[in-house]
């Protein structure tokens, strides 16, 4: 995902975006495997794939908003939207997960920091 923000013209963000995407099929297949149909990669209680995976989507929801596209949806990947409803409103998480919006402004904020680093002086 971080590789979108460096993308240099249409056809490479769009390449870019589309192995995102191949990549969340990929992940849509070995949750519906490993978690055998119930609410978590690990069952029915939050573990560690749940924690590495969620860690993921604040910057998930941030590269939709920032590009018009939606990588979680009921059509491709069932499973993961059903996941990421539940995980974010779980007890154990959803005091700790970061707002979009803030995450939006920080990544702007680091752009234009990372522009004026690479910037001639």
């Not at 519906?32 to 560690?48: E, H, L, M, P, R």
């Not at 700790?96 to 004026?116: C, D, Q, R, S």
């Amino acid at each position: 995902m971080r590789s979108i923000v460096g993308a240099q013209g249409d056809d490479e963000r769009k390449r870019l975006l589309q192995e995102v995407r191949e990549g969340l099929d990929l992940v849509e297949d070995a949750f519906n495997k490993i978690s055998k149909g119930k609410a978590y990669f690990g069952g029915d209680q939050i573990g560690y794939l749940d924690i590495a995976f969620g860690s993921f989507m604040g910057w998930l929801r941030v590269h939709e908003a920032s590009n018009g596209v939606k990588f979680l949806d009921q059509g491709t990947t069932p499973g993961l939207v059903n996941w990421a409803e539940r995980f974010g409103t779980h007890d154990a998480v959803k005091d700790v997960l970061p707002e979009t919006g803030k995450l939006m402004e920080f990544a702007k904020f680091m752009k234009a920091k990372m522009a004026a680093a690479s910037a001639p002086k």
